[in-house]
T-cell receptor
Framework: DVKVTQSSRYLVKRTGEKVFLECVQD?????MFWYRQDPGLGLRLIYF???????EKGDIPEGYSVSREKKERFSLILESASTNQTSMYLC????????????????FGPGTRLTVT | AQKITQTQPGMFVQEKEAVTLDCTYD???????LFWYKQPSSGEMIFLIY??????QNATEGRYSLNFQKARKSANLVISASQLGDSAMYFC?????????????FGSGTRLQVQP
């Protein structure tokens, strides 16, 4: 079974703190993603990476950065946490697509519910 | 840009009945894929079913089937014989072109409650 793990299920941080969210997958997937989930908005893409040391901005990258030093690990960094970053954060991974009709289903971690006070 | 629309914020269904969760999409790509995920209250996202744009038959996985109507750009999820454990949030999502970001674009979700 593919397993995607996230370092914390629940996290409480203060405004201005630097926050690290860690994600590890054990299936040798090339692609890794960070999403943010808010009620009524679904999941929105923050950053993604398709190779070690490669990263690309998603739809809402402001206030976030990422790091991928090893294939299995993808970290999300909140440089200076703010209250509007209180949210559920979901990490996902998938294989590199081998064909135009490949499903390359994304496998998700359990999520980290972050509260910034 | 791709867009997924789920117009039902909440749905109720009686146990053992069938239920349809609506999903419409918008894309200019010829090749795309559509997914449904389930998110129980515990928070994890569980993959349910996938439909490729060139698949001629509707996808089925156990009690889940995807009613794919390409011309209408709809990809509704049908759950047959609902169970109490089906109570959850359900998200429709579209795969971005594999030459691009390879990410998923999600709808806002539908909360399904199965009543005994």
């Amino acid at each position: 079974d593919v397993k995607v793990t996230q370092s914390s299920r629940y996290l409480v941080k203060r405004t201005g703190e630097k926050v690290f969210l860690e994600c590890v997958q054990d299936m040798d997937h090339e692609n890794m993603f960070w999403y943010r989930q808010d009620p009524g908005l679904g999941l929105r893409l923050i950053y993604f990476s398709y190779d070690v040391k490669m990263k690309e901005k998603g739809d809402i990258p402001e206030g976030y950065s990422v790091s991928r030093e090893k294939k299995e690990r993808f970290s999300l960094i909140l440089e200076s946490a703010s209250t509007n970053q209180t949210s559920m954060y979901l990490c996902a991974s998938s294989l590199f697509p081998r064909g135009t009709e490949s499903s390359y289903e994304q496998y998700f971690g359990p999520g980290t519910r972050l509260t910034v006070t | 840009a791709q867009k997924i629309t789920q117009t039902q914020p909440g749905m109720f269904v009686q146990e053992k009945e069938a239920v349809t969760l609506d999903c419409t999409y918008d894309t200019s790509d010829q090749s795309y894929g559509l997914f449904w995920y389930k998110q129980p209250s515990s928070g994890e996202m569980i993959f349910l079913i996938y439909q490729g744009s060139y698949d001629e038959q509707n996808a089925t996985e156990g009690r889940y089937s995807l009613n794919f109507q390409k011309a209408r750009k709809s990809a509704n999820l049908v759950i047959s014989a609902s169970q109490l454990g089906d109570s959850a949030m359900y998200f429709c999502a579209m795969r971005e072109p594999y030459t691009g970001r390879r990410a998923l674009t999600f709808g806002s979700g539908t909360r399904l409650q199965v009543q005994p």
